[in-house]
């Protein structure tokens, strides 16, 4: 035969194991010039595709084998491929060449019954049972598995295993095996000892020909691992760039393939790959993959989706524990399905046969010929169905026992226009048409209660729905027009608006007739329905639910499924964003637009938030404890900085002459007396020791908490910086340890001068440029420009690099301490969150709503602030919440584990590197 031994064993789990057995087995009793071969090994290095039975090569390797060796284990056992080989050996080979080795699971041999223990054996396929007329030949690898520890030193337990596997091979006993292999390895030592001699005689002339090749070999390493790197690098661009593409159809797929291209190689690309594909589709709850495009979708009010599949297939899927059960209504494309409140009963046609299906039991069929639309009663007591009319066949509805399937009453339809049905009630069907006509029928005897049978809808253009119990009726096309069917009045119920730049191709009405999701032209919005035509309402495009082919709602909630190609989608547009920490609750005082904007400062260790609101409300809050109404405090002066003292006691430093005041209760305790003008910026060192100050004229002060001493006085402007009261933000700031103060002189004209003060230098400098805002992160200066340009800045004023932005900016950024990261706020509304390091534009985070009394929406009156100790992102809008956003690369890796519950699988990596994963895809590691 061509070789000794056929390595069966599960791709899934076992491939390091069965990797280190075939080159134990080569390499027992072989010399190393090849004089004596080891054994002659096949191992399947592939997988199999699912094809119907075992390939050609590994049926000639299994002819062509004298033993067989099965690692088992449990997924072994479950293995399609591994069973199949088992069954061919059993029916071609005495199953005395028949080895075992166990990785994983267990294996109990039951003398009595002279057959294997299967109640307790786990890790053996069925196919073995009554094989073996004894306990065969088996060895454990479990502890060499779990610890990888596969040397084939003498004395090792994987070698002794690995022996005991090969006696049979070589026809010796084990003993006699290891004897013999021990014996030409101590030859081989002797042979290499004597090799070692004599190529010492050569040493003078290897030591020179080494030292004209050194270098070459040199620039070969280089060269080699700069391969290596460059490799690296394109496989994590090339992992990152695929997540980005696939984010819309799997986004737990997307986000596992950004994080392992995140810690393959920190970069850039994989920096924003990551936040993108966390922070992306931010109302998607979960997605499900099917085996086919889904042809037609329903979901029921507890949510409980039903998709008709390309192939003919019902896929029933449960969104809370993501679990699925499937029936076949055949091999034709399923045109409709409905489902009952509970999602115990469905119904199902593919315009030849309809069905009723009990997920667990087999689809009942249903006598009807050309079945149309159908639908399934609320409490799920009735199926009906409406005909598809021809030339030969009549209009029709029937209605059918929704248990047995039996037909219970049919009425012929004089009109051959209606195309939608529902059941809003056990005791009522409605049959609907695309030109928004409609009737009503009683169930009991499919007599008419109601009928509007008026043309309302236009002639071309747009599309039409009916809502999933068949409540509401309605069109699009430009303005949307929705129909209550329970009157007959041809008003409509209320209207619409969507965007008319695109061609809608989907439509979906929520059974209570006040919400209509349409899509086209790669969006999906989701808009309120009014009563009247010129009515304010809200319309909210759902983000990453582009390019939709069906759409419905879930009852009458927020929530709705969608279906693109193969992907189910669960959407709940009341979720939080991912990136969001918390909920609403802390609210934010209310700021009017003509005074100082919001203030926040938080305390040392990340956990509490002091706030002042531009009425001069001063509010403290605990961040991580219960929403609550926060402590008012009591302000001494109306205009006041927000700080902490270094002990953790909040703080208030008086605009108008530097005053500091430590919180005590709901008032406050004065520590230093103030002196001197109105100031535009202040902040205490972080040990608490000096105060220091920019005034409304410029200039820097520095003063010593404990005596009231100056110890440092930069020169002031002859003007106030600005003519604005208040001054704008970004005006000035101070540096976190207090050694620089920046401020900006005219930037009421688009701009200004910028100047930075250094205390410990005790020198100030200008730079060159207009400038519009200023702020620190760290140990450099971040300089906003009329242009939309940002420059990072050493303090000093030396240019690091200019990051072209491209949008207004509301207000200065923020920085997250410990990280290359600022939050840049928009005058629409997001964050922007920017590298700084690298300039890379991650991407941007939505603020919430707010109540206040601004004319216009108060992003320029937000607050914003990094949180080092806890890696977060705060901001605060005048009459909304303080929102507290994950700001570490960390914290979106936790994230994105987190929402796809699962470890990115190897032949995921595969299918998009084209090779073999690292040994450990686990993505909480």
Known sequence: ?????????????????????????????????????????FRDTTSLAASSDLGGAIKDA?????????????????????????????????????????????????????????????????????????????????????????????GSTFRDRVVTLAAPLHDMSKDELDSTDLHLQRRAARIRRSLVTGLCVFLVAAIVASLIAWQQANEAITQRNLAQERATIATARLLAATAIKDSPDDAARAQLLASEAYRLRREPQTVAALFQTVNDNPDLVRQHTLAAPVSSLAASAGGITLAGTADGRLIRWDPVTDTSATARLGDLPVTKVAISD?????????????????????????????????????????????????????ASLSTFDASTGTRRRSVGLSDQYWDGVGIPNEQTVAVTSGSGRWQRLRTADLTVTVRQEEQTAPDSRGISATSDDGSFTGFLAGWAMVFDTAHDRKDPNGYSAVDSSYTPNVLAIRRDGKRIA???????????????????????????????????????????????????????????????????????PDTPESSNP????????????????????????????????GRAITSPEKD?????????????????????????????????????????????????RNLICVSEYGGMTVRRVNDAMYVYDAPSLDKPLTEYSPAPVGLAAISEDGRYAAW????????????????????????????????????????????????????????????????????????????PFIGQIR????????????????????????????????????????????GELLTATPAGSVVRWAATARSWLDLACRFAGRDLQPEEWREVTGFNPPGNLSCRR
């Open 640 to 688: 006041v900085f927000p700080a902490w003292l270094p002990d953790g006691t909040p703080a208030l430093i008086g605009k108008v002459g530097c005053g500091l005041y430590a919180v005590r209760g709901t008032g406050t305790q004065s520590l230093l007396k103030g002196q001197g003008v109105a100031n535009v910026a202040a902040r205490l060192t972080p040990d608490g």
């Open 827 to 870: 005058d629409d509304g997001t964050v922007v969150v920017i590298d700084i390091d690298s300039g890379t534009i991650l991407g941007t985070l939505q603020l919430p709503g707010h109540a206040g009394t601004w004319a216009t929406a108060p992003w320029e009156a937000t607050a914003i602030a990094g949180v080092g100790s806890t």
């Open 744 to 819: 900006i002189a005219g930037q009421d004209h688009g701009g200004g001068q910028l100047t930075v003060a250094d205390s410990k230098e005790r020198r100030t400098m200008t730079v060159p440029g207009v400038s519009e805002t200023v702020d620190f992160a760290g140990d450099r200066m971040l300089v906003s420009h009329p242009d939309s340009s940002l420059d990072v800045r050493e303090p000093s004023g030396t240019l690091i690099r200019t990051i072209h932005i491209g949008f207004a900016m509301a207000r200065p950024s923020s920085w997250i301490p410990g990280t």
């Open 62 to 154: 299994l002819a062509g084998s004298r033993y067989f060796i099965y690692l088992a284990s449990p997924a072994a056992a479950e293995s399609r491929w591994v069973r199949e080989e088992i069954r061919y050996w059993r029916e071609h080979h005495s199953m005395d060449t028949f080895l075992i080795a166990l990785s994983d699971g267990r294996i109990e041999w039951d003398t009595a019954r002279e057959d294997f223990d299967w109640q307790r054996t786990t890790a053996l396929p069925s196919e073995l049972s009554g094989a073996f007329p004894e306990e065969p030949l088996w060895v454990d690898l479990r502890e060499n598995r779990q610890a990888s520890a596969y040397s084939m030193a003498p």
């Open 342 to 394: 509970n999602g115990a009963v469905a119904a199902a046609t593919d315009g030849r046969h309809a069905v009723i299906w009990h997920p667990g039991t087999a689809p009942i069929p249903l006598q009807f010929e050309q079945p149309g639309g159908l639908a399934v009663s609320p409490k799920g007591t009735t199926v009906a169905v409406l005909t598809v009319p021809t030339p030969s066949v009549q």
């Open 518 to 588: 349409s899509g086209g032209g790669g969006q999906l919005w989701v808009s309120e329905v009014s009563k009247g035509l010129n009515d304010n309402r809200s319309e909210t495009e759902l983000l990453g639910a582009g390019g939709a082919e069906h759409v419905a709602f879930i009852g009458s909630s927020d929530r709705l499924v969608t279906a693109k190609g193969s992907t189910l989608s669960l959407w709940d547009p009341a979720q939080r964003p991912r990136l969001r920490l918390n909920a609403d609750g802390l609210k934010v």
């Open 1 to 41: 035969m061509d070789r000794d031994v056929f390595i069966s064993y599960s791709h899934k789990s076992d491939v390091e194991l069965a990797a280190a057995l075939e080159e134990g087995l080569r390499g027992v009793a072989r010399t190393a010039w090849g004089f004596r071969p080891g054994a002659r090994v």
């Open 598 to 629: 919001t203030q926040m400062a938080v305390s040392p260790d990340g956990r509490r938030v002091l706030l002042v609101g531009g009425f001069g409300d001063v509010v403290l809050y605990d961040l991580h404890g219960r929403p609550s109404a």
